[in-house]
Structure formats: structure tokens, C-alpha cells
């Protein structure tokens, strides 16, 4: 039996894969791998790092569709998507006319509701004096940070509606406060402070959407399997193996 295709999309400042001379790093650490190794034919398309919703929905649909023409015969895909990836899939499907080229969207900690870390980026005053201002003259695209905001995403979430023949699942994740690397304990406080627990970039409140499957014990990076020496304390160590779990539940529930 042909296995279905699986599409990986990544968040933002991140990447499908880098080929550095003989190495390849992806995005999805691991995570790649595991998912052919059960023979999903495994794609993963490298969009705008810091661009908007709609740029980055565009590019990934010009990636995916040819692909499952060309290389999978037509079949429909399971999209994985972490953090923003999980709203560039929503509107590349919705707006973008790719309902009919994905079975299922599962997103892993994504912003559904905004982020709280966004409010306070594009909000602080020297962001909005300097920050912003310099980056526009410098033609540098950074609408992500406008566009993950929680004003952004009440708005996005009233325009772009559910696909009605795409299956919406996700998994949210969330640590406690000790288990937290140094490098993510601002944005761990900030949106503990005005949602309750989170993985340090995402509440778990905001990446509920569609059929809720699990919350993980892990933080935001850790879920992409990008590990700090804290995370040896952590209830799991390589998350490949949830991936393949969930598109084994997938596969149970007739995806």
C-alpha cells in the first residue's frame, strides 16, 4: 500500500533543508527521517524565514503542489507544520485552493491566537521608532512579527476558515519554569504572564485548533528536536518518534 505523502513546513526564521558541503541539517531534526523510514515520501520546502503569511502560504503551495503531481502521483498530503508553518498550511489551503491536495493538517505549537512575545516585539517603542522603520528602508520583509500578533491572528482566524474536506488536528506543548533554557526564558515569562503555560514562545491555549491530540512536555525548539543541555532533565529525549505516532493515529482515524 502506497504510503501517503507527508509535507514538513517550518516556522519562523527557520528552514526546510541546508545542504552545508557534505552535511544536511533539517529543520525537522531527525524528524525527516524517521517519517520516510515507515516509507512516507517526505517534502520539505524552504519558504520566506520572517516573510508574511500569505508569502510564505504562496511559496510553500508552489513547492507542494508539483511535487505531489510529479513525485506522488497526485496524492494528497498530510501536512506537519510547527509554530507558523501551522498558519502559512491554513491559508495556503483555504485561500490558496490546495484543500483538495491535503487529507490533513496537523500543527505542532502553533500560534492559532497570536503570541503575546509578537505584541511586545512590534509594540515596544524602539522597535516601533527605530526597529521597524530601519528595517522597511533596508527592504528587509519581517511582516511575520505583525502578523503573529494576537490583533493579527483574531483577524486571520475570522477570514480564513476551515477547508470542510481537510482534517484539522494539533498538539500544543508546554514545560515548567525550570525546564526552560536560558535563551527562552523572555518569551516563557512573557506569555506565562498573559496566557498561562507555554513552551516558551506558544501557550498551549493559543496552538489548540481542530482535533486537539496531545500536549508535549517540551519547549518550543525541543518539539523540532533542537535540544539545549537542560532538556537532559526533560520526560523525552528525540521527539521523532511522536511524529511517527501521530501519523500512525492519523492512519487509525482513516486519514
Known amino acids: ?83 507558523m508553518g501551522g498558519l502559512d498550511a491554513r491559508y495556503m489551503i483555504s485561500r490558496l485552493g490546495m484543500g483538495e491536495h491535503v487529507a490533513a493538517l496537523v500543527t505542532i505549537a502553533t500560534p492559532h491566537r497570536g503570541s503575546p512575545i509578537a505584541d511586545f516585539w512590534v509594540q515596544s517603542a524602539p522597535m516601533k521608532r527605530v526597529g521597524l522603520p530601519l528595517l522597511e528602508q533596508l527592504g528587509l520583509d519581517v511582516d511575520a512579527a505583525s502578523d503573529l500578533t494576537t490583533a493579527a491572528a483574531k483577524r486571520f482566524n475570522e477570514e480564513v476558515t476551515d477547508h470542510p474536506g481537510v482534517r484539522y488536528f494539533s498538539v500544543a506543548a508546554a514545560v ?21 503555560e507555554n513552551d516558551s514562545m506558544v501557550s498551549v491555549r493559543s496552538a489548540m485548533w481542530g482535533e486537539h491530540l496531545e500536549t508535549w512536555p517540551v519547549h518550543h525548539l525541543h518539539a523540532i528536536n533542537r535540544r539545549f543541555p537542560i532538556d537532559l532533565r526533560a520526560p523525552i529525549g528525540d521527539v521523532s518518534p511522536m511524529y511517527v505516532g501521530i501519523l500512525e493515529r492519523l492512519g487509525e482515524a482513516g486519514v
Open 176 to 196: 515548567p519554569a525550570d525546564r526552560v533554557p536560558m535563551a527562552l526564558r523572555l518569551g516563557y515569562r512573557i506569555v506565562r504572564r498573559k496566557e498561562g
Open 1 to 83: 500500500m502506497s504510503m501517503s505523502p507527508v509535507v514538513l513546513l517550518h516556522g519562523i526564521f527557520g528552514w526546510g533543508q541546508l545542504k552545508l558541503g557534505p552535511m544536511v541539517v533539517d529543520y525537522f531534526r531527525k524528524i525527516a527521517e524517521a517519517i520516510r523510514q515507515r516509507g512516507h515520501p517526505v517534502l520539505s520546502p524552504q519558504v520566506h524565514p520572517t516573510g508574511s503569511i500569505a508569502r510564505r502560504a504562496q511559496q510553500a503551495k508552489d513547492a507542494i503542489l508539483p511535487w505531489l503531481k510529479e513525485e506522488c502521483g497526485g496524492r494528497r498530503a498530510v501536512v506537519i507544520a510547527h509554530s
